[in-house]
Nanobody, 117 residues
Framework: QVRLVESGGGLVQPGGSLRLSCAAS????????MSWYRQAPGNEREMVAQ??????NYAASVKGRFTISRDNANNRVYLQMNRLKPEDTAVYYC????????????WGQGTQVTVSS
């Protein structure tokens, strides 16, 4: 059974930092495209950062502030978030996908990030 479990969310002041972690079981992150998405109230879920092979992509709104990384040995994916802004407030989700296979991606349950003074 595949499980993705996010952690590391919380309340932080504007300008602060958080590191989100996604622990995977039942799959090997090294063989999947791993991404972080977020969804704010009233908004659609949007891709924040994506790691596919040697390629990494970021949403324009987070480029230069967020960094996605993998720890293949421990089957984890991280999202380092710096210089956080109130508009970064959302539930953040870990996603594991194999594009082109026709299989549905796997999702974690999400972790809340709130940026507020």
């Amino acid at each position: 059974q595949v499980r993705l479990v996010e952690s590391g969310g919380g309340l932080v002041q504007p300008g602060g930092s958080l590191r989100l972690s996604c622990a995977a079981s039942g799959l090997t992150v090294a063989t999947y495209a791993m991404s972080w998405y977020r969804q704010a109230p009233g908004n659609e879920r949007e891709m924040v950062a994506q790691s596919i092979g040697d390629s990494i992509n970021y949403a324009a709104s987070v480029k230069g502030r967020f960094t996605i990384s993998r720890d293949n040995a421990n089957n984890r994916v991280y999202l380092q978030m710096n210089r956080l802004k109130p508009e970064d407030t959302a539930v953040y989700y870990c996603n594991a996908d194999r594009p082109g296979t026709g299989r549905l991606p796997y999702w974690g349950q999400g972790t809340q990030v709130t940026v507020s003074s």
